[in-house]
């Protein structure tokens, strides 16, 4: 059974760190690509950042670089997400997705494996 399984959210006060993981089975890593989403309350879904899993290779949106980080533990086959100097506007529900591809990742409208997602407030 293809899973992805969403940890780390939480409550944390602007300016502090969380780290989400996502857990993926059932599917070969190296021949999808994971990507992280997110969706606040009113909003449209925002693909945020993710990562080729053959390539490596690492994509972000502008409204999370420099401040999140996405890497990956294929042994384990699970990703991560660290996010630093979180502000109240990242506040959102956090979702992992993948989709079967050995090239780029960064076409998000691919994605259709998807997990149960994760709560992250950020408080002021």
């Known amino acids: 059974e293809v899973q992805l399984v969403e940890s780390g959210g939480g409550l944390v006060q602007a300016g502090g760190s969380l780290r989400l993981s996502c857990a993926a089975s059932g599917f070969n890593f190296d021949d999808y690509a994971i990507a992280w989403f997110r969706q606040a309350p009113g909003k449209e879904r925002e693909g945020i950042s993710c990562l080729s899993g053959r390539l490596g290779l690492t994509h972000y949106a502008d409204s999370v670089k420099a401040r999140f980080t996405i890497s990956s533990d294929n042994a384990k086959n699970t990703v991560y997400l660290q996010m630093n100097n979180l502000k109240p506007e990242d506040s959102a529900v956090y979702y992992c997705?993948?989709?079967?591809?050995?090239?780029?990742?960064?076409?998000?409208?691919?994605?259709?494996?998807w997990g149960q997602g994760t709560q992250v407030t950020v408080s002021p």
């Open positions: 997705a993948a989709y079967r591809t050995t090239f780029y990742c960064s076409g998000y409208g691919l994605y259709d494996l």
